[in-house]
């Protein structure tokens, strides 16, 4: 078995060297975001995501109402699309308390 974390930072090859793994038989399990700080899906992520023969959608608890959180709400204001951050950064949200646009702090 191979496991991957943090699927969402690698790129397209991820894709490929997943199938191929699988086509020896290898049971390859990838982990990562979907969607990126802005709510845009997040290379690799629907590649891989179409291509694998089981998909598990994992959801957190929306920080605002308790619902389920499928999104990734920035705190800080920053246009990486990668910046690593524990819960000082990021918040879980669901998709009607997500506002991609709100953040309250500056990163220099
Ligand atoms: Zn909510």
Redesign the pocket.
Same mark, same amino acid.
């Not at 949200?93 to 997500?98: D, E, K, N, P, W």
């Given at each position: 078995m191979v496991g991957v974390d943090e699927a969402q930072f690698f790129d397209d090859e991820l894709v490929e060297i997943a199938a191929r793994l699988s086509l020896r038989g290898v049971r390859v399990i990838c982990a990562g975001l979907d969607l990126d700080y802005l709510g845009r899906p997040f290379e690799p992520m629907p590649r891989l995501m179409a291509s694998a023969d089981y998909v598990t959608k994992v959801l957190a608890v &929306?920080?605002? &109402? /308790? /619902?389920p959180?499928t999104r990734s709400q920035r705190l800080v204001h920053s246009k990486d699309r990668v910046l690593i951050g524990d819960e000082n950064v990021y918040e879980p949200?669901?998709?009607? &308390?997500?506002a991609p646009d709100e953040a309250t702090v500056e990163v220099a």
């Open positions: &929306c920080v605002k &109402c /308790g /619902g959180a949200r669901c998709r009607h &308390c997500f």
